[in-house]
């Protein structure tokens, strides 16, 4: 079996940007953590819902300017927020300033059951489609994205839900064909886009058997394809404790034996000082 590979997330709210920047230089210096994630709301899930809320994209270009080492990415963006083509010279922009770090997360958006994130879509003027919808423009996002991160020459695309003329990105992405794409969710029809598209796969932790069902499935549909499911890596969120370590111990345990070699550690705010170190010495 491969080594897993373990990251920290530090959700960009109620937090101000030198916490965030304190902690992913200090775990830019330990090379036991090998990736670093933001989140990609534009008003707090959590905590005090007026408070701060950093624009994904924007701060992860200056965590990316201010690192060296680590892998870094938004776990999830949201296909939803941001027309295709203009994110993906928005990720272009972050590799390049990275020198070739980015992994592209990105997901179908906000559930609709999910009031408190619901919210940001219409304070911010952002349209709100159903599921069907947002999977199946996630699916021609990506399409294109890809397209614009390689494609020699401009090339319009008529889809169902993306229409582009004359579509052309310069620069590329430092990395090529482009960065790893990572796609995070659980439904069916999600893990379909997932098969087609993804290098990684994310799903939260908290139901360990459910998240062995869904990867149970994705290896069919890769199958249903004709593709190696191996070729996708498995990613799981869990979200640390400081006051009961041996919890997330467990959980990293169980996830890794799982066949998850993609951890991620959701980091609670406030930060201790020393929580890279800490999440090395004693979670690690």
């Given at each position: 079996m491969t080594a897993p590979t373990i990251g920290i997330m530090t959700a960009p709210m109620n937090v101000g940007y030198p916490d965030v920047l304190r902690v992913w230089q200090e775990a830019d210096e330990l090379p036991e953590i090998g990736h670093a994630w933001l989140f990609d709301h534009l008003m707090p899930i959590g905590g005090d819902?007026?408070?701060?809320?950093?624009?994904?994209?924007?701060?992860?270009?200056?965590?990316?300017?201010?690192?060296?080492?680590?892998?870094?990415?938004?776990?999830?963006?949201?296909?939803?927020?941001?027309?295709?083509?203009?994110?993906a010279k928005i990720a272009a922009t972050v590799d390049v300033v990275a020198g070739g770090r980015l992994d592209f997360g990105i997901g179908a958006g906000s559930r609709p059951g999910h009031p408190i994130a619901r919210r940001e879509y219409e304070a911010h003027g952002l349209p709100f489609h159903d599921f069907r919808h947002s999977v199946r423009s996630l699916d021609e996002s990506l399409t294109v994205i890809r397209r614009l991160w390689t494609a020699e020459q401009p090339f319009d695309f008529a889809g169902e839900h993306v229409q582009l003329t004359g579509a052309f990105g310069n620069p590329k992405p430092m990395q090529r064909p482009g960065p790893p794409v990572m796609i995070g969710g659980r439904s069916d029809a999600l893990l379909r886009v997932v098969a087609r598209h993804a290098d990684l796969w994310n799903i939260p932790g908290g139901d360990l058997a459910d998240a062995v069902s869904r990867s149970a499935l994705l290896d069919r549909l890769c199958e249903e394809i004709g593709r190696d499911p191996a070729s996708i890596t498995r990613s799981m969120h869990l979200g640390v404790s400081y006051e009961r370590p041996d919890e997330t111990r467990r959980a990293i345990g169980e996830a890794v034996e799982a066949g998850f070699g993609h951890i991620v550690l959701g980091l609670p705010a406030p930060y201790p000082p020393g929580v890279a170190h800490w999440v090395v010495d004693t979670l690690l």
């Open positions: 819902p007026t408070g701060p809320a950093f624009e994904g994209w924007t701060l992860l270009s200056a965590l990316a300017a201010q690192t060296r080492r680590l892998r870094l990415g938004l776990l999830v963006t949201s296909n939803r927020f941001r027309p295709p083509a203009m994110l």
